[in-house]
């Protein structure tokens, strides 16, 4: 069964910078996950934040591109999130998410984080 366990969120000030972790535990062996942010914010739906695939192509909502930055470390299953510039507007619950096509079924498997609250505020 697969486990992320995201870490790294808190309270910042404005303009500010923090840096998640999230690592993923019980990966079937031989897949090549691609690992995503997203974040949901009060009263609002959960938006899709960044996405790293495997090889380490990214992508970011434009919301947050130049500000955010997503890496990962496959040795290590874990997805960072490096956010700088921080603002009001960015105060959500992040949560890491894993995809990958499950071994011998063509099936593609999603697995979610608990969620880290990130508070921007002065």
């Known amino acids: 069964q697969v486990h992320l366990v995201e870490s790294g969120g808190g309270l910042v000030q404005p303009g500010g910078s923090l840096r998640l972790s999230c690592t993923a535990s019980?990966?079937?062996?031989?897949?090549?996950?691609?690992m995503d942010w997203h974040r949901q914010a009060p009263g609002k739906q959960r938006e899709l934040v960044a996405t790293?695939?495997?090889?380490?192509?990214?992508s970011y909502a434009d919301s947050v591109k130049g500000r955010f930055t997503i890496s990962r470390d496959n040795a290590l299953n874990t997805v960072y999130l490096q956010m700088t510039s921080l603002n009001s507007g960015d105060t959500a619950v992040y949560y890491c998410?894993?995809?990958?096509?499950?071994?011998?079924?063509?099936?593609?498997?999603?697995?979610w984080g608990q969620g880290t609250q990130v508070t921007v505020s002065s």
């Open positions: 019980g990966l079937p062996f031989n897949v090549y996950p691609a």
């Open positions: 998410g894993v995809r990958f096509v499950v071994p011998g079924t063509g099936r593609l498997q999603e697995d």
């Open positions: 790293i695939t495997y090889g380490g192509a990214t």
